[in-house]
């Protein structure tokens, strides 16, 4: 069966993002690859032959448990599709078991980093921009995808929100505070000023040249801002989402809350947060436990003695 069929099904019946279809159609292309080095139809693979192909992703390509994870999960999802049509009656991968990953603890910024960026002074259109979105994500913890694909009209500032398109274009709608609208207005009216009486498009953040800005470039100009504002560690557009979800969980957010500013479907994707502030977590127990108390209190008294 054509791979373009399985990409429409992945589109429009799964109703996946972009770059999750691109991903599962290249790993899909790979064990297609894998079945014609070793003589056999896809339609036709066994449960021992999937092993051995999972055992290649392991040892001969040497490749990361998440990539495994991946790959291993597209062509699943790939025979499912055949079944779902017809064209096989019986599924190989129904007993193939996808790899184990250990969930990383999300980086996150220090209040004390993000003050040193939101602190700092924009000189230009495109610090303003750049400032401007440093806040936005600060601010609704939304994706870099979803900020660049914003349009002027999908945000509020008047009632504090944005509209955020997220995976499988699935819309919803994120708070923002008051001190970012302020930012967002006065970036408004650079933009206004730079490209008055000329055409451009209607996302939000333009580059020079009044087009929608790259995702690209939304990178650079984070690093070059970080850099100019004294951050030494490196700086990406997701950590601003770590960073925005694990300070409002130590500020007493609830999880339920937090997974529908993320646009998390699931409940447990949210829950790495909870790992985040663990040292919170211990400090409290030490002061809040009535033993830990009372440890504390005699520390402190030989320290007196």
């Given at each position: 069966m054509p791979i373009?069929?399985?990409?429409?099904?992945?589109?429009?019946?799964?109703?996946?993002?972009a770059n999750t279809v691109e991903a599962y159609?290249?790993?899909?292309?790979?064990?297609?690859?894998?079945?014609?080095?070793?003589?056999?139809?896809?339609?036709?693979?066994?449960?021992?032959?999937?092993?051995?192909?999972?055992?290649?992703?392991?040892s001969e390509a040497n490749l990361a448990p998440s990539s495994v994870f991946r790959k291993t999960e597209a062509v699943k999802n790939?025979?499912?599709?055949?079944?779902?049509?017809?064209?096989?009656?019986?599924?190989?991968?129904?007993?193939?078991?996808?790899?184990?990953?250990?969930?990383?603890?999300?980086?996150?910024?220090?209040?004390?980093?993000?003050?040193?960026?939101l602190s700092f002074k924009p000189k230009d259109f495109a610090h303003w921009r750049t400032f401007c979105i440093i806040t936005l994500f600060y601010a609704s913890g939304i994706r870099v995808s979803e900020l660049t694909n914003l349009s002027t009209e999908n945000v509020n500032t008047k009632e504090g929100w944005v509209l955020a398109f997220g995976k499988g274009r699935k819309q919803r709608f994120v708070p923002i505070h008051e001190h970012a609208c302020r930012v967002v207005d006065a970036y408004l009216d650079q933009r206004?000023?730079?490209?008055?009486?000329?055409?451009?498009?209607?996302?939000?953040?333009?580059?020079?040249?009044?087009?929608?800005?790259?995702?690209?470039?939304?990178?650079?100009?984070?690093?070059?801002?970080?850099?100019?504002?004294?951050?030494?560690?490196?700086?990406?557009?997701?950590?601003?989402?770590?960073?925005?979800?694990?300070?409002?969980?130590?500020?007493?957010?609830?999880?339920?809350?937090?997974?529908?500013?993320?646009?998390?479907?699931?409940?447990?994707?949210?829950?790495?947060?909870?790992?985040?502030n663990i040292s919170d977590i211990k400090e409290k127990h030490t002061r809040l436990h009535p033993r830990g108390h009372e440890v504390k209190s005699q520390n402190l008294d030989k320290e007196a003695n």
């Open positions: 373009d069929d399985f990409k429409s099904h992945l589109s429009f019946e799964r109703q996946l993002s159609v290249r790993d899909l292309k790979q064990y297609l690859d894998f079945c014609q080095a070793n003589n056999i139809e896809s339609e036709q693979a066994t449960p021992e032959f999937l092993d051995a192909y999972i055992y290649h992703l392991k790939y025979y499912k599709f055949l079944m779902a049509e017809g064209v096989i009656n019986e599924e190989p991968t129904r007993f193939l078991l996808s790899p184990r990953l250990i969930r990383k603890i999300p980086q996150q910024l220090s209040p004390e980093e993000m003050h040193k960026l206004q000023a730079k490209f008055i009486g000329k055409d451009t498009d209607s996302a939000l953040f333009l580059n020079n040249r009044g087009k929608k800005i790259s995702r690209i470039s939304v990178w650079k100009d984070i690093e070059n801002l970080a850099k100019a504002a004294g951050i030494t560690r490196r700086v990406y557009p997701h950590l601003f989402r770590h960073t925005f979800a694990s300070h409002l969980l130590k500020g007493g957010a609830d999880l339920r809350s937090l997974q529908e500013m993320l646009g998390h479907e699931s409940l447990s994707t949210t829950q790495i947060y909870t790992h985040v």
